[in-house]
């Protein structure tokens, strides 16, 4: 018991930060949106601009997008087929899949989530399904995200799960070294910064066969020809022995989650295993008709010079912040960055300064990081103006000077 | 390992069975949709009538629901806030729940799908979280569905795990005499016919204090005042020893699934704790503003006469079934039908020339029942005619003839 999780235990750690927050006003904000990343509060009419939003090129609010979603509900005339997608399903479904391989030369899978792409995946990873029926050693890295982290009990009841300090490759290769069959398992990019470190690990697969499992939830559409991701760039494509899930909401600006089984057309008994046997792709929901109708329009808009400007504005935006202030993400061509503070009580009497000002920006601190290392989490937007970002700055430095 | 699943074993044992029905055609089909349970494929223009269909009221294409759907989105302008629900969150969430927790006279939060929901809560109730710390011994029916035996791992990081046979009363009272805290975890309606002995399980939560864990993603809606569903119509109002989950996705008719945390207004303490505790609630994807915009026009439905219309169409429907065909469900109360046939190529065969005539019904056999049982199972809808019924269970009784 207690092997892999202890929620009673977290829940007590984390109350502290939650009840500051919900004090602080900065939980529970509800809002109507106004476009770009802004949002006005239902109650007061205050208006801000959000600058810890995950729709790093501005698809969320993109009219295609939204038009697709509204117009694919109307016209398949249902929101869904009522019956297990592996019986009957809408052309749409078939579509939406269609695209996304074709666009990410993978065969790619669609879920309700990127969470539930976890769920689909992971325990079938580990039950060798995927390797010639050997279960791997399954390797964590610390800092995957939780809802990899939330399948290590699952994983556990098919294979060894071992959990490794981030991005240590030395640790990696040890393992390689001691077992025949090795699975890691990581972000590409992280929700917290940084990344996984891909020509390395590429090395430890060409060397060892190392499967390679990423959550590509924040790189998907920020970066890579086609928006196809940290990943994939860096492979040129996918190969047999890695497996992708990725968020389509993000970065995508769209509704669910995929797993990129393997190369597209050459991926037939993994998609079977999958189908079959895969937790939620076997009897949980779809991605909604409007979900999938903004999949297919924001498919198309990859495959266009739309897709290439939007990434552009983006770097442009994270050179200009990375001008204005220093951080630890300077230039690494990610769009996360992390005000460090210190004080928790100083982050949150920023945040709410800044809040009042008309900005956004979410405070991060124990448990979710280590004591006395609090601040800020910012994720850039295409869609921010030079304006926006230029008053966001200045306020900043104004707030760090008053609260030192 | 192999405590709870081995989904190399499964996935070699469920082969056979996905292979047959590959084969004769009753796989991955690829549809429009007609309106009512009526589709047309795309791959010939074969036009059928879904008679496995968990639309039971038949919301799945009521056109309220669609255009709300649809308007939601446009109004609202995105699919989704792309920050945690947590930090920011679009009124149209805030309304969804506020009108669920009305409806049902319960805290209601809601996540993608209804298994989204069965990881958010069932960890958390093992852990103790919801029993004043104290974890209860987990006590899972056999049957109950498998998005809540695929939690069993979690679970049983957390607390010990039991499975009993389906329905058996006596062992979950010999459990609640050994143990102080039982919490027993079943479905209300089965998917595969018949439901929990809700009575039963209410004397000995009166007895014992047994804490109770249903899904009910086949029964809301189809039954109870304002399709409550089976256990709230039989508990009267839900108490704070129960924890329900359901789909809003089937007889709702909408998208994602909810928990149902306890009585609304009085159960803030929980909602904190699942919000910031409940894995999926914390870190996944809302249910798209479409999904919000219709369950929103769901519920507004389920507090009008036409939700008891098609309550009563829906038992007609089963009347007029029953008396043509004999089934073990038979006047039961529940729109689920299994037509036992025994022989798994009779199934498949008579699956085929049904669907050939107009009809698609879902075959089941080893290894979801046992070997030599299999059948078809049928979901009926209130939005069936009397002459679909009729001419189906005509076919029915020639096939059964002409393949025994």
């Known amino acids: 018991m207690h092997v892999y999780q202890n929620i009673k235990k977290s829940a007590q750690i984390s109350t502290a930060f939650w009840d500051v927050m919900s004090q602080a006003g900065l939980l529970d904000i509800v ?14 009419g205050h208006e801000f601009v959000n600058m810890s939003s995950y729709s790093y090129l501005g698809l969320d609010a993109h009219p295609a997008l939204v038009r697709a979603a509204a117009e694919t509900v109307l016209s398949v005339g249902a929101l869904n087929t009522s019956t297990a997608r592996s019986r009957v399903r809408f052309s749409v479904l078939e579509d939406a899949e269609a695209a996304l391989s074709d666009l990410f030369n993978v065969e790619a899978v669609t879920v309700a989530s990127a969470a539930a792409a976890a769920w689909c995946a992971l325990p079938l990873l580990a039950s060798g ?3 010639d029926n050997q279960p791997p050693l399954m390797v964590f890295d610390k800092n995957a995200h939780f809802c990899l ?3 290590k009990a699952a994983v556990g009841d098919e294979t060894e799960v071992v959990t490794i300090a981030h991005n240590d490759i030395d640790a990696l290769e040890s393992l390689c070294k001691q077992h025949p069959l090795v699975a890691y398992v990581a972000d590409g990019v992280y929700s917290t910064g940084g990344q996984a470190p891909v020509t390395e690990l590429l090395r430890l697969q060409d060397q060892y066969g190392l499967f390679l499992f990423f959550d590509e939830a924040h790189g998907t559409s920020t970066l890579g020809a086609n928006g196809r991701g940290l990943v994939l760039e860096e492979m040129g494509e996918i190969n047999d022995r890695t497996l992708i899930i990725t968020s389509l909401n993000k970065g995508f600006g769209a509704s669910g989650g995929a797993v990129f089984l393997g190369r597209k057309g050459r991926s037939k008994e993994r998609r079977d295993f999958a189908l079959r046997n895969g937790g939620p792709l076997m009897w949980s929901q779809r991605i909604n008709t409007a979900g999938l109708g903004a999949i297919l329009a924001s498919a198309e808009l990859h495959r266009t010079d739309e897709l290439t400007t939007l990434q552009r504005r983006l770097r442009e935006n994270e050179d200009l912040f990375d001008s204005l202030v220093d951080t630890a993400q300077r230039h690494d061509g990610l769009p996360i960055r992390f005000i460090k503070i210190g004080s928790e009580d100083q982050t949150v009497r920023m945040a709410q300064d800044l809040f009042a000002n008309g900005f956004y920006a979410s405070p991060i601190f124990f448990p979710i990081i280590g004591r006395g290392n609090a601040g800020l989490r910012l994720m850039l937007r295409a869609n921010m103006t030079t304006a926006e970002i230029e008053e966001f700055c200045s306020l900043l430095k104004t707030l760090q000077d008053k609260h030192a």
């Open 31 to 44: 809002v109507d949106g106004l476009g770009p990343g802004q949002h006005r509060t239902r109650a007061g």
């Open 129 to 131: 399904l995927f390797t």
């Open 149 to 151: 982290n939330a399948m």
